[in-house]
T-cell receptor
Framework: GAGVSQSPSNKVTEKGKDVELRCDPISGHTALYWYRQSLGQGLEFLIYFQGNSAPDKSGLPSDRFSAERTGGSVSTLTIQRTQQEDSAVYLC????????????FGPGTRLTVL | KNQVEQSPQSLIILEGKNCTLQCNYTVSPFSNLRWYKQDTGRGPVSLTIMTFSENTKSNGRYTATLDADTKQSSLHITASQLSDSASYICVVRASGGSYIPTFGRGTSLIVHP
């Protein structure tokens, strides 16, 4: 596709359930980022993938959060045993991989935990 | 600690008017600064990028300025349109191999007819 896509666009779940959020980056982009955006807050870094290198997981808020990137392309962010404070918009971005490169964002997944 | 502060937090203007958004940062060593526009329900989209040697850059009705000495940037919007209603986010990257940029909280702009 022409841009970064994310699915689902909206997800409503019950507290304690697991959720999976998907990101399809722009073809050829080696760098992939996950961010969380809560209402009125700036983007919060979660995890960064670059090529085949080990991901930078330093932004993950707890061990309930994990992410993987298969074949250097599609990425899945998994939140286990969701809590109400996990409610937010989860944004994925990809870039060509240079440290100064523009990040292209997907439309985000709005997660609501009841 | 690297920080990016934006002001005002929100702004309401009438269509056709100009406005200026501010961004102050403490990111060091500085590499570049981007302004992003985020429409409601969409991901951010880059408007401009400023490097250390640049102090003004325009993109249509958007003009960004950078003062690297005072670590301040501004985004000026001329002759605002209803479609300018969005959140404007200032993002600063450090040099030296850092790949995680620092995001401001954004300025929410509402343009009324």
């Amino acid at each position: 596709g022409a841009g970064v896509s994310q699915s689902p666009s909206n997800k409503v779940t019950e507290k304690g359930k697991d959720v999976e959020l998907r990101c399809d980056p722009i073809s050829g982009h080696t760098a992939l980022y996950w961010y969380r955006q809560s209402l009125g807050q700036g983007l919060e870094f979660l995890i960064y993938f670059q090529g085949n290198s080990a991901p930078d997981k330093s932004g993950l808020p707890s061990d309930r959060f994990s992410a993987e990137r298969t074949g250097g392309s599609v990425s899945t962010l998994t939140i286990q045993r969701t809590q109400q404070e996990d409610s937010a918009v989860y944004l994925c971005a990809s870039s060509l991989g240079s440290t100064g490169g523009e990040q292209f964002f997907g439309p985000g997944t709005r997660l609501t935990v009841l | 600690k690297n920080q990016v502060e934006q002001s005002p937090q929100s702004l309401i203007i009438l269509e056709g008017k100009n406005c200026t958004l501010q961004c102050n940062y403490t990111v060091s060593p500085f590499s570049n600064l981007r302004w992003y526009k985020q429409d409601t329900g969409r991901g951010p989209v880059s408007l401009t990028i400023m490097t250390f040697s640049e102090n003004t850059k325009s993109n249509g009705r958007y003009t960004a300025t950078l003062d690297a000495d005072t670590k301040q940037s501004s985004l000026h919007i001329t002759a605002s349109q209803l479609s300018d209603s969005a959140s404007y986010i200032c993002v600063v990257r450090a040099s030296g191999g850092s790949y995680i940029p620092t995001f401001g909280r954004g300025t929410s702009l509402i343009v009324h007819p």
